[in-house]
């Protein structure tokens, strides 16, 4: 997927008044209780105003998160604990029913991060902003037959931490660990059609030109390639050698559950090492996996039960030389098994064991021959639900590192919300992989405002 982004010299005042135009306009407007529902990206629980067939949402964001700790790994923009981001966003979706048949949608994000550290000073500018479009789509449904073309988000698979069936969409790791799941997908550009098979809905999803997961820019707190740039390497990036992506899924629900096979030849968003040039550049593409899986959950009384299954082969996996290059291709099989529990009032109690097995493993590899990790979260819903607190500890595979996660999100009015977040990173050992970043713990505040 290649997302379009634009940098250009605007003014706070443009921004301003741009901001002042649609706050005026939520008097025309419901407020959305649930923005972020991620059932296909249709927000279908949103209330939103109906002018002369048009649907209009959206939301806007302030944020600021500081960095508690002085980064020890040399290489990052901030080198003192100090303001990561100052962030302001707008989001702004439209939608309009061409017919009965027949539905258009549009969506974008507009923002601006106030802050840049240079030479270990912070400043202050508003020079950049970031214009990135979301949703942008045709829908098409007739009879048993649905079709739909554009950027968009599949949520296929259950597994909140590992891409096992779950691979039609990348994700946003630019700020590791410090969203769930359903916040980091990223649409991609996707021919989908679903149909009625031998008693299964069929899906197909054709994505073309679809980009790998988006990480952190060189020097920013999750910079991926820090290690390699301490080490005097430089680094790139290069297009994968295919464009055209295959995922299609056999899905069934049934009364208390539901099953899907999933079968995928597709560029895998995690980049691997392609070659190593001059003695001193690593270059970096996304491999070609294919994957056959299957997925699916069960409810019994307080009890949800999911799991996620997956065979992937010719998977490029990390060798411990870190010039060695092109990476070695492995199959590997990954799983994991989540139980998710409500029957303590107001809780939700969700655990994940996530697990990982190389076939024809060698030592070459940096990882384990077979690696084990965890996911648990505590999600407490009071006040006629306008507080929402959760606490979440997140294991990595082979335990290269933990990531615990406190937040507390209030509704102060329909549409209307204030939050906190803190968010720790540990890593015992310099080859972990959260190692350069055992000191990017942050907290995190945040105002919103839907429409």
């Not at 479009?133 to 988000?153: C, K, V």
């Not at 799983?335 to 030592?363: K, M, N, Q, R």
């Not at 507080?387 to 990595?396: C, K, R």
């Amino acid at each position: 997927m290649k997302r379009l982004v634009l940098n250009k010299q605007v003014s706070w005042h443009a921004l301003t008044c741009l901001t002042s135009l649609i706050l005026c306009s939520s008097n025309l407007v419901y407020a959305n209780d649930d923005f972020f529902a991620d059932i296909d990206v249709e927000y279908e629980d949103e209330e939103s105003s109906l002018v002369d067939d048009y649907y209009i949402t959206g939301h806007f964001k302030q944020g600021l998160s500081y960095g508690l700790q002085k980064p020890s790994t040399s290489g990052f923009d901030r080198d003192d604990k100090g303001v990561e981001e100052l962030d302001t966003s707008l989001y702004l979706a439209l939608e309009k029913d061409v017919s009965d048949e027949v539905l258009i949608k549009a969506s974008f994000d507009l923002s601006l991060d106030w802050t840049n550290w240079q030479t270990g000073e912070l400043n202050y500018n508003s020079d950049d902003t970031d214009f990135v479009w979301r949703d942008l789509y045709l829908d098409w449904a007739e009879d048993d037959l649905w079709i739909r073309a554009g950027n968009q988000i599949l949520a296929w698979g259950e597994s909140e931490v590992l891409a096992i069936t779950d691979v039609v969409n990348p994700r946003d790791l630019t700020q590791l660990g410090q969203a769930d799941l359903e916040d980091i997908r990223l649409q991609a550009p996707v021919l989908f059609a679903s149909h009625p098979w031998l008693g299964m809905q069929a899906e197909i999803a054709l994505v073309y030109d679809a980009d790998a997961n988006e990480t952190a820019a060189s020097g920013e707190a999750f910079d991926p390639y820090i290690n390699y740039t301490n080490a005097g390497l430089k680094v790139s990036e290069k297009e994968p050698d295919q464009s055209l992506e295959f995922v299609g899924r056999l899905y069934r629900s049934f009364n208390g559950g539901d099953f899907a096979i999933t079968l995928a030849d597709v560029n895998w968003d995690d980049v691997s090492g392609a070659a190593f040039i001059n003695m001193n550049e690593l270059v970096f593409q996304s491999s070609r996996v294919k994957v056959l899986g299957v997925s699916g959950s069960w409810v019994k009384g307080d009890y949800l039960f999911k799991y996620d299954l997956a065979r992937h082969w010719d998977k490029a996996l990390q060798p411990d030389s870190v010039t060695s290059a092109p990476w070695q291709e492995y199959d590997q099989t990954l799983a994991a098994l989540i139980l998710e529990y409500s029957g303590i009032d107001e809780w939700v109690l969700t655990f994940e064991l996530d697990s990982s097995y190389t076939h024809d493993y060698s030592d070459t590899i940096a990882a384990k021959e077979h690696t084990t990790g965890y996911f648990a979260r505590a999600r407490w819903t009071t006040l006629n639900d306008q507080l929402t607190s959760q606490f979440s500890v997140l294991n990595l595979l082979g335990g290269e590192g933990q990531i615990y996660r406190l937040s507390a999100d209030y509704d102060i009015q329909d549409g209307m919300s204030i939050g906190s977040e803190y968010v720790v990173y540990r890593a015992d050992s310099e080859s972990d992989d959260l190692y350069a970043y055992r000191e990017q713990d942050v907290v995190k505040l945040r105002y919103s405002y839907h429409f």
